[in-house]
């Protein structure tokens, strides 16, 4: 559920507009989120052999540090405060606003942010308190949001009667365009495309936050990020599908809200008044899951003292650190737009998460800080080929979209550059041998 959750967030819902308006043939799109499905999933086994060797709470944090260096573990770390999570939460929780309450609806006086600072809230409050509560909470949510997603996807296909010629020929396309050589808006755009994308399937790890509360251990954790990886995916297939041909071309190109345009298309207001609050719930668990799993990697970071002590935690749920990451995404709700965010969130946990499933390729052993830090190298299977495929993939990619745009690669680069900085600070202090 939580892997779920944090999967099906504000991407899949504002994306392919986007990535229409770049790519400029639907058929495209849906081939960049079938690209980035796959990818997701060579991720997931790669971080399942990661969990099984390794099960702790710290994530991208833990690993890097433990077999890298803990340079590079904090900057990872700071990359989690700074974007996956604080981020990440507040595209969310921006989106669910602009979802739940549009620009022609909103009151004069009500201002702009204070539905989405209300959200996260409400969800911080629900964590800091009592994790099991707040994972009761968080799967009650979940299932209802799957619920909604599934009756909108049967609405939609069982009226697809409607709709279903755009999809041989959306706007007077005819089929042969999907054998030219590439996309009309070119292959930098269709690598930029699917790094947006796979900020939807960036949740597929979300499970490793929580690995050591979780049943089951390493082996547990791994089976559920498979599974809802592969769950999610077919999902997004199925959502994208709708939001790429059910409306015309014109009317879906550049949309932040092309989920309620695709709606309106298939059944008018009735459906969009379904697909509207199946996206809000949605949202709302995805902002919950944030809070759930961030402050679990800044305790950790906090018992190796590379984050400060006061945030230090021996119980469940860490409530200091709840605290500050609600705190962290409501100013960044302030402050943030949509689309900026987007490219930004893609590019830089990409980069963590390609560089975290790499430590399986490494050499078998490290010393760090006088201990040796072993790092048994999982036997060759296929299992090993797709986390390699992984690695590759999501680092190409990641270079195209940077050369296409390089104000976000920038913007990435800082981040990194920040944890650099915040190791420096914090290196006399940091005990990687701390197993608290």
Same mark, same amino acid.
């Given at each position: 559920? =939580? ?7 504000? /991407?899949?819902?504002?994306? $392919? ?6 790519? !400029? ?29 390794? +099960? ?61 600072? !209300? ?17 009761? /909470? ?11 997603? +599934? ?13 279903? /010629? ?10 042969? =365009?999907?054998?030219? @050589? !590439? ?14 994308? $796979? @900020? ?16 089951? /251990?390493?082996?547990?954790? *791994? ?18 599908? &709708?939001?790429?041909? *059910? ?7 550049? #949309? ?12 008018? %207001? ?8 199946? &996206? ?5 668990? $995805? ?24 945030? %230090? ?6 409530? #200091?650190?709840?605290? @500050? ?13 949509? #689309?900026?965010?987007?490219?930004? =969130? !893609?590019? +830089? ?15 078998? #052993? ?8 072993? %790092? ?15 690695? =590759? ?38 005990? @990687?041998?701390?197993?608290?």
């Amino acid at each position: 559920m =939580l892997v779920i959750a944090s999967m099906i967030g504000a /991407g899949v819902y504002t994306t $392919s507009g986007f990535a229409l308006a770049d790519l !400029g043939d639907p058929r495209w799109v849906l081939a960049a989120w079938v690209v980035g499905g796959a990818i997701a999933f060579c991720g997931a086994t790669g971080y399942g052999l990661l969990a099984r060797r390794l +099960t702790e709470n710290g994530g991208e944090y833990l690993y890097l540090s433990r077999y890298v260096h803990p340079a590079v573990g904090v900057m990872a770390g700071w990359v989690s405060i700074l974007a996956g999570f604080t981020s990440a939460g507040a595209y969310a929780a921006v989106a669910f606003e602009s979802y739940a309450l549009p620009a022609s609806s909103r009151p004069e006086w009500l201002p702009v942010g204070l539905l989405a600072v !209300g959200l996260v809230a409400c969800a911080t409050c629900l964590h800091a308190w009592h994790t099991g509560r707040g994972a009761k /909470g968080q799967n009650g949510v979940v299932i209802f949001k799957l619920a909604l997603l +599934t009756l909108f996807i049967a609405v939609c296909f069982a009226g697809m009667d409607a709709w279903q /010629g755009k999809v041989v020929s959306p706007a007077g396309m005819t089929p042969e =365009l999907l054998s030219d @050589l !590439g996309p009309p808006g070119g292959w930098l755009a269709f690598a930029t495309s699917v790094m947006w994308i $796979s @900020l939807s399937y960036s949740g597929f790890n979300a499970a490793i936050y929580v690995a050591a509360e979780a049943r089951g /251990g390493g082996a547990g954790v *791994a089976r559920a990020m498979m599974w809802a990886t592969a769950i999610v995916t077919v999902i997004y297939l199925l959502l994208n599908t &709708i939001f790429l041909f *059910a409306p015309s071309l014109g009317e879906a190109s550049g #949309r932040q809200d092309v989920a309620v345009v695709a709606a309106d298309a298939v059944g008018g %207001r009735s459906l969009t008044a379904l697909v509207r609050l199946a &996206i809000c719930v949605g949202l709302a668990s $995805s902002v919950s899951s944030v809070l759930m799993a961030g402050p679990r990697v800044y305790a950790k970071m906090s018992q190796h003292g590379g984050f400060p002590s006061f945030f %230090r935690s021996d119980r469940s749920p860490p409530t #200091r650190s709840v605290w @500050l990451q609600g705190a962290a995404i409501i100013a960044v709700v302030l402050v943030a737009t949509l #689309r900026g965010l987007l490219s930004y =969130l !893609g590019l +830089t946990l990409a980069l963590t998460a390609a560089a975290t499933v790499a430590t399986l390729f490494l050499p078998s #052993r490290r010393r760090v800080q006088g201990e040796v830090m072993p %790092r048994r190298r999982p036997p060759f299977s296929l299992t090993t080929v797709l986390a390699a495929v992984y690695v =590759l993939a999501t680092f190409g990619i990641a270079a195209l979209a940077a050369w296409n745009k390089p104000v976000e690669a920038i913007a990435a680069g800082g981040t990194f550059a920040f944890g650099g900085a915040a190791y420096l600070v914090h290196r006399s202090r940091i005990d @990687l041998s701390s197993r608290a």
